[in-house]
């Protein structure tokens, strides 16, 4: 079956803009976490999403921002972009079963601020 | 302040050798752990995991131990073959109903033939 699909996969911003990114889960899967993958700060939680509401956010600032639709495809935000944003997003799938389990990750979204 | 730590940044090991990569983790919370590994250009592929109810699970040729006392997981490879070559993360997950993991910094693994 087809894996976690991430647009774009490139894209370049500059400071003070916000971008979109959008994931879309293996199908049946529920939840859509979001991780930031950087240098120097490895790999980082960012939220998840089940059933359309957030279950929980990781420790970053309010200019990151998600959704999920009834579908399950999930888009995340950041607002007023920081050169520090540069990373690469990684968006994960699961079932969202009680326990973690394994989580399906994409290939991720690279995004350069300058 | 790291809760999961890979304090290798790198191994490397011999074609049909074992491979042992490390991990300790600080929070006691933590009750389930993952490996993942990562290829360049892709996303981090689930590789194996473990309960804290357990202290070994196996799956081919990925045998995973976790030492609760000690706060230390490691993740043993045999045979090593170069196809195992990539970045390896150790992650892990606290009593929530979430998936929220923890990641380690990762452990860039070269096998040689």
């Known amino acids: 079956k087809a894996g976690v699909t991430q647009t774009p996969r490139y894209l370049i911003k500059t400071r003070g803009q916000q971008v979109t990114l959008s994931c879309s889960p293996i199908?049946?899967?529920?939840?859509v976490s979001w991780y930031q993958q950087t240098p120097g700060q490895g790999l980082q939680f960012l939220f998840e999403?089940?059933?359309?509401?957030?279950?929980n956010k990781g420790n970053f600032p309010g200019r990151f921002s998600g959704r999920q639709f009834s579908n399950s495809r999930s888009e995340m935000n950041v607002s007023t972009l920081e050169l520090g944003d540069s990373a690469l997003y990684l968006c994960?799938?699961?079932?969202?079963?009680?326990?973690?389990?394994?989580?399906?990750f994409g290939e991720g979204s690279r995004l350069t601020v300058l | 302040d790291q809760q999961v730590k890979q304090n290798s940044p790198s191994l490397s090991v011999q074609e049909g050798r074992i491979s042992i990569l490390n991990c300790d983790y600080t929070n006691s919370m933590f009750d389930y752990f993952l490996w993942y590994k990562k290829y360049p250009a892709e996303g981090p592929t689930f590789l194996i995991s473990?309960?804290?109810?357990?202290d070994k699970n196996e799956d081919g040729r990925f045998t995973v131990f976790l030492n609760k006392s000690a706060k230390h997981l490691s993740l043993h490879i045999v045979p090593s073959q170069p196809g195992d070559s990539a970045v390896y993360f150790c992650a892990a997950s606290g009593r929530t109903f979430t998936r929220e993991l923890t990641f380690g910094q990762g452990t860039i693994l070269t096998v040689h033939p």
């Open positions: 999403y089940f059933s359309e509401t957030q279950r």
């Open positions: 199908s049946g899967h529920r939840s």
């Open positions: 994960a799938s699961s079932l969202g079963q009680a326990a973690p389990g394994e989580l399906f």
């Open positions: 473990i309960s804290s109810i357990k």
